[in-house]
């Protein structure tokens, strides 16, 4: 089984974790984590780390999300990692949007591991990202 969990500035990851629940339904297998003004980014990733361990202590894999390439969720995320003794199991990507969490979630039943689901995120994130005005041609 595969976990996701989204880290994002604000209440961003909150929001996405809703309008997954809005379409999908279930959601029970994504936990998420925003950083907001003030918060300690130490105390984010002591969090992250937990996540990470409670999903890989139960044999699960984990798909990390963040927002922003170099912010302090990415950051967090891959510092977390890097201390890791087994990351096998545990994949990131940066840039999340509600078309790759969907396509994470409907990867999940047809049992392929972190990395697959991880490239098929990927690809539904850049296949998401349209001119809706040329897509219409408008």
Do not use: W, Y
Not at 23 to 45: C, Q, R, T
Not at 94 to 117: A, C, F, H, K, Y
């Amino acid at each position: 089984m595969i976990d996701f969990l989204i880290v994002t500035h604000g209440s961003l990851a909150a929001g996405l974790l809703d309008s997954t629940k809005l379409i999908v339904g279930d959601a029970s297998n994504i936990s998420v984590l925003g950083f907001d003004h003030g918060d300690d980014p130490e105390e984010l990733g002591q969090t992250i780390k937990e996540e990470i361990e409670f999903s890989i202590s139960n044999g699960r894999q984990l798909l990390v999300f963040t927002d922003l390439f170099g912010g302090t969720p990415s950051n967090r995320v891959v510092l977390t990692i890097k201390q890791l003794a087994k990351r096998e199991n545990v994949e990131a990507i940066v840039g999340v949007n509600l078309s790759m969490l969907l396509e994470g979630l409907m990867s999940v039943p047809q049992r392929e591991d972190v990395r697959t689901i991880k490239g098929k995120c990927l690809q539904a994130g850049l296949e998401g990202i349209k001119d809706l005005k040329e897509a219409f041609e408008l």
